[in-house]
């Protein structure tokens, strides 16, 4: 398995004069799962987006193994594997036929059996034809997850992926990230479900006015310790100001 | 950039000279047309606020190519300002074609080819202005400028082409054959100078909008980084 | 290249099934258009030969007016569930995203197109079958779409989007309007296609043109 660096360099993003990002450095190693903690709108969202090739930044870059990760070929992109606020599902197909349907784009041969053995891994019952429009939002957020590993991405960029699970879909998506991690993928993630994500994230980063304020790995870190943390490096400068 | 600049000043003036030097020469110089009267005389403007309003969709095409290779903000604001003056010439040309038709042809409207494509240009240049107002996001609104004003300039000469093909009523001033409107050299000279006098006219208003637009971004700017400043780094919207 | 042609497959066939299935966009232009058609009868009471030469307008124009509902909606699983996204990771080659969505835009006119035809012929007891209308029509399709696709495109991402399909739209289509309307009239009257020449050139010029450009610009429209 070839080693993959994700690097964030000086990384800024603006939307006409409001500044998301500010000269944001971060770097990933493969084998570590990072959990981004940040306050509502500090750029979580953006940041990831920036980081798949998504979106691109008004300065800086994004290196993938060292080289700038171009941001007109996709190729690179199918490295990545995406679960965002938006399913990304097509409503009236049914969830073998959404999956068949990005295994055809990404030119991963999806047989009969690795497509019920993918479904069985996110918990989905694979011989359900019913289409997505049917499903519950934990349903929907099973199938994304089974949908973002299709191309076996070296990458996964998960951004509040414990939405909508119930507490046996969040045990079964931390079960997930640690065998990923296993294999040497790269993992960020973002949420707000701290006690979960306790127990897979192997460090922490937190984003505050647009830059990643401090990395720091997960040492045996009690839910009290880390909440402690995030609210003195997310918020100082706010709590100083006011008299 | 954003001082004042010398050379935009003499050119201002300059302009403005020029305006009331042509004005004079539509009104004294150019002699009367033999079959249309005096009303012909409006003819002088028409024509050169029509090639304006032309001008002015090349220079947002090219705008707008600019832009989508370079990223440069100017090459937006070049493009905005660029249809936001097209869109006035291009209405001054229309109304006074009609003002020209309505004596001669007893019409206000004829489908006729430049007309009728000045108009659908104009239709065009309306929609880029509603496209851009719909969009929140800086950035993808110069994308999508760009692209339409593209798109837009490209469909111009094939709207020409096919109402040409359905019909002509509009006067042939150089072709040989029947010629509606008499022409002598004092004629083409005031035309000449009209046509140059407005595309001073545009580059300079063009050039102070481009200004206009390039400051009011930098001041909202200005303030955007002091209410940062101010609020001590908080939370972004 | 087998790659790109099996990708633009996919996706056709994606967008058709999704359409297939949820019928949303198709009965609402077939009630538009019939709706449009019956409409038109008031509007004109006139002798049936005056009425025969105003039929390529009609169908043209309920055409171009009921295939917006088509186009508005071509994009909004895409831009709804984010799927755009999803495709940028998937499909290396952005430009094929447009060719299918041009393509099932296309075959949504084509039915738009078959649709009216007897409708019309039917309320207006006015024989229309001439295969040479149908070359008319298609060509016209082909620059709807083509048009039609890129801009929608564009207005989905909007604040206003259906809203401004319409007037984004229609200025451009001026041509292939003219094209269509003069040459369709042209043919039921029973002229010879190659007197028409004129008008299908333009048709091709302008499709080529237009579909060129929004392959070369597409990308622009959904990168960020």
């Not at chain 2, 010629?179 to 050039?207: E, H, K, R, S």
């Not at chain 3, 229309?128 to 620059?143: E, R």
């Not at chain 3, 003219?178 to 043919?187: E, F, H, T």
Request: some cysteine; hydrophobic content about 50%; proline content about 4%.
């Amino acid at each position: 398995m070839p080693e993959a660096n994700l690097q964030a360099r000086a990384v800024s993003k603006r939307y006409g004069t409001q500044r998301v990002l500010d000269q944001l450095d971060l770097s990933l190693s493969p084998g570590q799962t990072v959990c981004l903690l940040g306050p509502n709108g500090a750029g979580k969202t953006t940041l990831l987006r920036v980081l798949a090739g998504l979106l691109r930044p008004t300065a800086g870059e994004i290196r993938l193994d060292g080289a700038p990760l171009d941001f007109t070929h996709s190729a690179a992109r199918r490295q990545f594997g995406l679960v965002m606020h938006q399913t990304y599902l097509y409503e009236q197909l049914s969830g073998p036929e959404n999956l068949r349907f990005y295994a055809n784009l990404y030119q991963v041969d999806l047989s009969e059996g690795s497509l019920q053995a993918l479904l069985r891994r996110v918990g989905l019952n694979p011989t359900r034809p019913t289409p997505v429009r049917a499903y519950s939002r934990g349903m929907k957020q099973r199938l994304t997850i089974a949908r973002a590993l299709l191309p076996s991405p070296r990458i996964l960029l998960l951004d509040e992926p414990y939405t909508g699970l119930d507490m046996q879909g969040c045990q079964l998506l931390n079960e997930l990230l640690q065998q990923e991690r296993a294999q040497g993928r790269i993992i960020l993630a973002t949420t707000h479900e701290l006690s979960y994500v306790l127990q897979v994230a192997t460090h922490f980063a937190v984003l505050a006015r647009g830059r990643i304020a401090e990395l720091f790995p997960n040492d045996e870190l009690s839910l009290d310790a880390l909440q402690s943390r995030y609210q003195q490096l997310a918020q100082p400068v706010k709590a100083e100001a006011r008299p | 950039m954003l001082s004042k600049n010398k050379l935009l000043d003499i050119l201002t003036i300059l302009t403005v000279v020029l305006f009331f030097g042509v004005f004079a020469m539509v009104l004294f110089y150019a002699p009367i047309e033999v079959n249309m009267g005096l009303v012909q005389k409006v003819f002088y403007f028409h024509m050169a606020s029509a090639w304006i309003g032309m001008l002015a969709f090349l220079v947002a095409a090219v705008a707008g190519v600019l832009y989508l290779v370079r990223r440069n903000p100017r090459s937006d604001y070049l493009g905005a300002s660029s249809v936001e003056i097209g869109l006035v010439f291009t209405a001054v040309a229309n109304f006074s074609g009609m003002i020209w038709a309505k004596p001669i042809w007893n019409t206000w409207w004829t489908w006729d080819p430049r007309l009728t494509t000045m108009t659908i240009m104009a239709f065009t240049y309306i929609a880029y202005l509603l496209l851009r107002r719909a969009m929140d996001d800086p950035a993808r609104r110069a994308q999508f400028g760009a692209i339409y004003a593209i798109v837009g300039f490209a469909t111009v000469p094939l709207t020409f082409f096919s109402s040409r093909l359905m019909r002509t009523i509009h006067p042939t001033i150089f072709g040989s054959g029947e010629t509606d409107m008499a022409m002598n050299a004092p004629m083409y000279q005031t035309m000449a100078a009209a046509v140059v006098m407005f595309t001073l006219l545009f580059a300079v208003i063009l050039w102070h909008r481009v200004r206009l637009m390039a400051a009011r971004q930098h001041l909202a700017g200005l303030q955007a980084a002091r209410d940062e400043a101010f609020d001590g780094g908080g939370q972004h919207a | 290249m087998k790659n790109s042609l099996k990708t633009i497959r996919v996706l056709v066939w994606k967008d058709l099934v999704q359409e297939w299935r949820s019928k949303d966009m198709l009965t609402a232009m077939f009630s538009f258009a019939v709706l449009s058609l019956f409409i038109f009868n008031y509007a004109m009471e006139l002798d049936p030969a005056s009425r025969a030469d105003l039929a390529a307008g009609i169908i043209w124009v309920v055409i171009v007016f009921a295939g917006t509902l088509g186009l508005n909606r071509s994009f909004t699983a895409e831009q709804d569930q984010g799927a755009f996204d999803a495709l940028m990771m998937a499909v290396p080659d952005l430009s094929l995203i447009y060719f299918a969505k041009f393509i099932t835009n296309f075959l949504v006119m084509v039915f738009l197109t078959l649709l009216v035809i007897p409708i019309y012929s039917l309320l207006y007891n006015q024989a229309l079958f001439a295969p040479a209308l149908g070359l008319v029509l298609l060509l016209g399709a082909w620059g709807y779409s083509a048009a039609g696709t890129l801009i929608a495109s564009m207005t989905v991402q909007t604040r206003m989007r259906d809203l401004l399909l319409p007037i984004l739209l229609f200025p451009l289509l001026m041509p292939v309007n003219m094209a269509v309307v003069k040459a369709a009239s042209a043919v039921l009257a029973g002229v010879a296609l190659a007197d028409v020449s004129g008008w299908l050139n333009l048709l091709v010029v302008y499709n080529v043109i237009m579909t060129t450009i929004s392959i070369m610009v597409f990308a622009y429209v959904i990168q960020e």
